[in-house]
């Protein structure tokens, strides 16, 4: 997959062709090529400016090497990674990053494959990026997932000693995603609780937008560097803002227009699907901007709301039906309001009686003694 | 004692034998009863339009989405009287310190004061019907403060905190609210929906206490030894008889 370079007298990556090289091989044009730079750069949000900068960088820069492996998952993140829609993208991205090792798309298997895995360790050392999809399990000393006829974790643990940066692919690696919904039997445990040494990239999502993962390997290839991260380390280009802060249903919302079930009139019209559980409000994410599919669509925009995918642990907030969910901590199935309710209903009941009480008690007093003052 | 004895124009025999020499105290300050009822007005607002925000009211058909703005101004009133509520309890905080003692007895319980814990189960019984009168307080009585201390410094706080950071959410992770309460996110699961359901349940604590507060400060008003409800008004504590403990 990458040429076979020798890596003796100097350092190994100078051995391997640019992204130019490549894309040029594939017979790609140098007038598309400078059309993936300048959408990259809009993609990235970047100024024009910086189109001859990426240009320059695709055109100089060796390809980084990558190791791209899978734990506990369900290669959602893959399968929406090969229909990046962005231009060239799908052709060239596999193709620019030096894809050395990817078991479910790399065309050798058994033995070879993971003869490939260790030969680009040791060839890269500490220059290659690692990708992972999916978690270890660790309980059971990792026994729920053997690759390779080891446990994931060791593989995980063995490529991320020598990675440069290690980028947490989907909400699997980022958070644990189902796998570690409670009660997590496998022991399923995100990337960044696992590997502490190494710095991480979270693209969160089950899966993350195509055109988000390709943005992120082209700002780190071009940049040789992470782009700006949010406090829990998720690209801020992408995860800045909300799916509500740019969803086009925004007005609905704001004037209280909301669709009141799946099949009413207001759904027709496309009305807010807040009341419906939309976790739009509390979900950083591009979807609203990006959207999927080549900008076909996204969920909200299908009629369903939001599900939160791209947030901590979102299979165990509750329905995704709801807007206000169940609780679990206090053992049995109700949300905020049947708790709030039934322990101010109590405190009301409590506060009837106690009245009556004291007025009994009040008028007891008073037959008894003669004069009020006494008591009083 | 007659009617020029006791200055009171329409006192009969059976009035004149309550008649007890009234002492009172300036307990609440001006800042203080201000504070507690901007705080009062600015919960109720925060309850009924918080619960609209958690279960919106039916949609409503005035005009395009354009020239209708019902759930827009239902969350302005939540955020302005949240903002009110806020910067009243940092005010409130000022004036525990520069304040009378009395200011101060919201923020400074003393817990590891055996007498205090005494009289906090005196005041528990005397709500049990087992103790035949109360005590008498300038300021709150023990259990009254413990129940200030968790319902409001702490209750208050609380959603003043989750608040804040939820409200930080839509001005942007740049703005400077984000960068003081973006913690706020990290101790609740890195989940924002987390921090909606918490304050949800915050507001249950502040109903309840709200219940209870009414209730009790009706009833002591009634058969307490002292004056509860206009305290709050004016300012002044008065005492219903002389009698010593």
């Not at chain 1, 400078?34 to 960088?57: D, E, F, N, Q, W």
């Not at chain 1, 979900?283 to 076909?296: F, I, P």
């Not at chain 1, 309710?341 to 106690?354: Q, S, W």
């Not at chain 2, 203080?32 to 339009?49: D, E, G, Q, S, Y």
Request: overall charge neutral; proline content about 5%.
């Amino acid at each position: 997959m990458h040429p076979k370079g020798d890596i003796e007298g100097g350092p190994a990556v100078s051995q391997i062709e640019t992204f130019y090289d490549v894309m040029r091989r594939q017979g790609i044009t140098r007038r598309s090529f400078m059309k993936y730079c300048s959408l990259t750069a809009a993609a990235l949000g970047l100024s024009p400016a910086m189109v001859p900068r990426i240009a320059h960088a695709m055109e100089t820069k060796p390809r980084t090497p990558v190791i791209w492996v899978h734990g506990l998952e369900c290669t959602c993140c893959s399968e929406s990674f090969i229909r990046s829609a962005h231009p060239l993208a799908k052709d060239v991205v596999l193709s620019m990053i030096s894809l050395d090792y990817d078991d479910t798309l790399m065309a050798a298997a058994g033995h070879a494959a993971e003869a490939a895995f260790e030969e680009t360790i040791a060839k890269y050392r500490g220059n290659y990026i690692l990708a992972v999809e999916g978690n270890p399990p660790l309980n059971e000393d990792g026994m729920f997932c053997i690759t390779g006829g080891k446990p994931f974790v060791e593989k995980l643990r063995h490529a991320a000693k020598d990675a440069k940066a290690i980028i947490s692919w989907g909400a699997c690696a980022s958070y644990g995603c189902v796998q570690a919904a409670k009660p997590n039997p496998t022991q399923a445990t995100p990337v960044h609780k696992v590997i502490t040494d190494k710095p991480i990239i979270k693209v969160p999502g089950c899966p993350p937008i195509a055109e988000v993962m390709t943005g992120v390997i082209t700002y780190m290839l071009t940049f040789d560097r992470l782009p700006e991260l949010d406090r829990q380390g998720r690209p801020a280009m992408f995860y800045g803002q909300r799916i509500h802060d740019k969803c086009y249903r925004r007005p609905h919302f704001d004037a209280g227009q909301f669709v009141e079930a799946w099949d009413d009139e207001n759904a027709r019209k496309g009305y807010c699907l807040y009341k419906m559980g939309c976790k739009g409000p509390t979900t950083y994410n591009a979807c609203s901007t990006v959207r999927w599919n080549e900008g076909v669509s996204f969920p909200i925009q299908s009629g369903h709301g939001c599900i939160g995918c791209s947030e901590d642990g979102f299979w165990d907030q509750g329905s995704f039906y709801n807007r206000v969910t169940d609780l679990t901590q206090f053992g049995v199935e109700a949300n905020a309001d049947k708790v709030g309710m039934a322990a101010a209903g109590v405190a009301g009941a409590a506060v009837a009686v106690h009245a009556a009480v004291s007025a009994l008690k009040a008028a007891q007093k008073k037959t008894q003694t003669q004069t009020s003052k006494e008591e009083a | 004692m007659s009617t020029s004895e006791s200055g009171l124009h329409d006192v009969d025999e059976s009035d004149l034998a309550t008649v007890s020499r009234q002492t009172s105290v300036y307990v609440y300050e001006v800042p203080v009863r201000l504070w507690h009822w901007i705080n009062a007005l600015a919960i109720m607002v925060l309850c009924v339009t918080g619960y609209f925000i958690g279960s919106p009211p039916p949609s409503m058909q005035i005009a395009e989405p354009t020239h209708q703005f019902v759930f827009g101004y239902i969350r302005f009133a939540h955020f302005a009287a949240g903002w009110i509520l806020a910067i009243g309890f940092l005010g409130r905080v000022y004036w525990a310190i520069f304040g009378n003692h009395h200011a101060r007895q919201l923020f400074y319980v003393p817990i590891w004061r055996g007498s205090w814990w005494r009289e906090v189960f005196f005041e528990v019984r005397w709500y049990l019907f087992l103790e035949r009168a109360p005590k008498k307080y300038v300021g709150h009585n023990p259990l009254a403060q413990l129940a200030m201390f968790c319902f409001i410094t702490l209750g208050v706080s609380f959603m003043i905190v989750t608040g804040l950071a939820l409200y930080s959410e839509g001005l942007g992770k740049e703005s400077g609210l984000y960068a003081l309460f973006g913690w706020v996110f990290t101790l609740f699961g890195n989940n924002p929906h987390i921090v909606h359901t918490y304050h949800h349940l915050g507001m249950w604590w502040i109903v309840i206490f709200m219940i209870i507060h009414i209730y009790v400060a009706i009833r002591e008003d009634i058969m307490s030894r002292q004056s509860i409800v206009s305290t709050m008004i004016s300012g002044t504590r008065t005492f219903k008889d002389d009698l010593p403990d």
